[in-house]
Structure formats: structure tokens, C-alpha cells
């Protein structure tokens, strides 16, 4: 339990008890992002303390509550961690992520970072057998990248670039390339992320900074700019240049979650190219299965994005870690049974 921001506390509480459409998830593994380090460090608005972290999370299925028919006692899962009321306006039309009372487990519901959670069972999605627990952590931020390359609709041939090759960079790169994408283009000042970006499917890798990218993605691409940019950054100077990378008509994404305001920004790009911008907020339940096929057929390999595994004892080290560096970091998994 975070029980203020940077002090973590190991509690004891009785073993859940599956309701009627609940299942209780014996937790393997959770993946630690960017979200989870904000909150952590009380950088997150609007969070309550305490808190139990974590939402990328893989388990097996302890027990299931009555009139429960999609998994069984014993299976190994995948948790969707958008939490939906199932009755506002949006999740009538099918945009669950866009409840009007949602919740994100691990942030306003109690999350995955300890041994046993208990959540309805339309949240738990089965993997095969063979799939690493640990890695398989993964696909749930390969289904929120492919909800927002969903939204952008890469075509076949469009040149793209990809600003940042963080975890979501890299798996944005990956996705755009399956997507016939070319060339891909990727952007980092990281060595070794550009190289891993180039064994996802990058076509160039451009050591910079955004602004100095500017003139190299106008090169590669003819001097005509990219059809798309998706920003994995985040900041005031990424969207303004990833705009002036776009050709007119192009469609940029601020896929990267950021609080910070954007000053100085004129709309006239907007208008003068007429671009389009395409948010993107989580995944929506379709995004699940199409994501674990992704990874149980080897067309995107996740095993390269854990960094380091800590015990669930030993998170508050796993987390300190991850503030320290979090450039040389992809993803810290949290190993719930060990």
C-alpha cells in the first residue's frame, strides 16, 4: 500500500471472496509505468492516499462467483484495468474508456501490486498457456498504442515517425511498421532504444532532439513531411514540432499523457496545414484480444521491455530504482508470487 507518496507499507488483509460475476485473480506479475511513478512520487492530480498500486497486471484465476461463464479456476489472465460504470452515456455506445465515472484500478480502485484481487469478471481477458506471465504484462499497453493507431488510421505506405522510444515508442513503432507504414521513422537521443526501435521495424533512427529532427524527417521524406507523428513524450516543444514534421493534411498524436500547459502555441498550423490532432485516452475492451493475438503469434515480442523484476516485498526499492533512472528503464515487473 502507497500509503503517501514515496512511503510504501506491506498490509495484511483477508483473502477476497468472489460475488456474484467476480472473480478473484491470484496476481503474478505487475508491470510498472509511468502513471504508477507519478502517482507515486505525488506528481498524479486528484489522487487519494492510500493507495494499492498497479493495473498492468497477469494472474490466474483463483475462484470464480456465481453465473461466472468466461474464465475458469485456474486459467492464466490478463486484466483490463479501465474500470466503467456500464450505464453513462459512453459506455452505452461502446467507449467504456470514456465512462463518465470511470476509474483506473490501481489508482481510484485498489490495484494489482499485492497477492489477490477481486474485480467482475468482464475485466479479465484469458492468455494462452505458454505466454510468460511477466512479459504478458506488456499487452495492455500494446492495446492502448493500438487504440490510438486505431483512431489514426496508418495506411499502407504513409510515412510515420514516432517521437520517443520508450516502452509505448517502441510498441508504436512495431505496430506502424506491421501496419505497412514506410518509412517509419523514429526519433530518441537513447543509442540503444534506437537500435531496439530498428529491430521493431524503424526504417531510419534519428539521433536528436525533436526540434533538431525537424530538418532530417523533412529529408527522409522528400521534403515533403510525414503523413503522421506520434508524440510519446509528451511537452510543449514535442507538439510543436511534431507539427512542423507533418505534411499538410497530416494527423499528429498526442499519444503521451502530460499535465503541463502548452505555452505559446498558435493554432494557425492547424488551420494553415489544416492537421488534424487525434487524442487517444487507454483501450476499450475490443482492444484486448486483437493485442494478446499480437503477442501469442511472435508478430510483436514484448520480452525485451522488462528491465529488472523486485518481489512484491521489495517495491518500494523497485520504484526508487525507477525514479532514479527512469531513462534506462522500459518496464520494472513486480512479482506478486515470489
Known amino acids: 500500500m502507497l500509503e503517501a507518496p514515496r512511503r510504501f507499507g506491506i498490509v495484511d ?41 498497479g493495473h498492468e497486471a497477469t494472474g490466474v484465476v483463483d475462484a470464480i462467483g456465481p453465473d461466472v461463464t468466461v474464465v475458469r479456476p485456474g486459467q492464466r489472465v490478463i486484466i483490463n484495468p479501465i474500470i466503467s460504470c456500464g450505464h453513462c452515456d459512453m ?22 501490486m499485492s497477492e489477490y ?47 520517443g522510444q520508450g516502452a509505448t515508442g517502441l510498441l508504436h513503432t512495431r505496430l506502424a511498421a506491421l501496419a505497412g507504414a514506410n518509412p517509419v521513422i523514429v526519433v530518441s537521443r537513447t543509442r540503444w532504444k534506437l537500435e531496439l526501435a530498428e529491430r521493431m521495424g524503424a526504417r531510419y533512427a534519428v539521433s536528436a532532439d525533436a526540434e533538431k529532427a525537424v530538418s532530417e524527417v523533412l529529408r527522409l521524406t522528400g521534403g515533403a513531411g510525414a503523413d503522421v507523428v506520434i508524440d510519446t513524450t509528451g511537452g510543449a516543444e514535442t507538439l510543436r514540432t511534431g507539427l512542423d514534421m507533418l505534411r499538410p493534411g497530416g ?41 494478446i493475438e499480437l503477442v501469442a503469434s511472435g ?27 527512469p531513462g534506462r528503464i522500459l518496464r520494472i515487473v513486480i512479482d506478486s508470487a515470489a
Not at 481477458?125 to 492495446?143: F, G, K, Q, V
Open 117 to 163: 484481487v477481486r474485480l467482475a469478471a468482464r475485466y479479465v481477458h484469458p492468455l494462452p498457456d505458454y505466454l510468460p506471465l511477466a512479459a504478458a504484462t506488456l499487452i495492455e499497453t500494446l492495446a492502448t498504442v493500438r487504440h490510438a493507431q486505431l483512431r489514426l488510421d496508418i495506411r499502407r505506405g504513409e510515412p510515420v515517425v514516432v517521437l
Open 13 to 53: 488483509r483477508p483473502l477476497p471472496v468472489a460475488d456474484s460475476g467476480e472473480v478473484i485473480v491470484r496476481v503474478a506479475a505487475t508491470a510498472v509505468c509511468h502513471t504508477d511513478l507519478s502517482i507515486y512520487t505525488g506528481d498524479h492530480p486528484g489522487v487519494r492516499y492510500p493507495v494499492v498500486l
Open 299 to 325: 508478430a510483436v515480442d514484448v520480452a525485451p521491455f522488462i528491465t529488472a523484476t523486485y518481489p512484491l516485498n521489495r517495491a518500494a526499492e523497485a520504484f526508487e530504482e525507477y525514479e532514479r533512472n
Open 91 to 112: 459506455c452505452r455506445r461502446g467507449s467504456d474508456n470514456l465512462c463518465r465515472n470511470a476509474g483506473l484500478f490501481g489508482r481510484e480502485v485498489e490495484g494489482s
Open 251 to 291: 494527423r499528429f498524436s498526442p499519444y503521451a499523457v502530460s499535465h503541463a500547459c502548452v505555452t505559446g502555441f498558435s493554432t494557425f498550423p492547424l488551420y494553415y496545414k489544416e492537421i488534424n490532432i487525434i487524442g487517444s485516452r487507454a483501450l476499450v475492451a475490443a482492444d484486448m484480444a486483437p493485442s
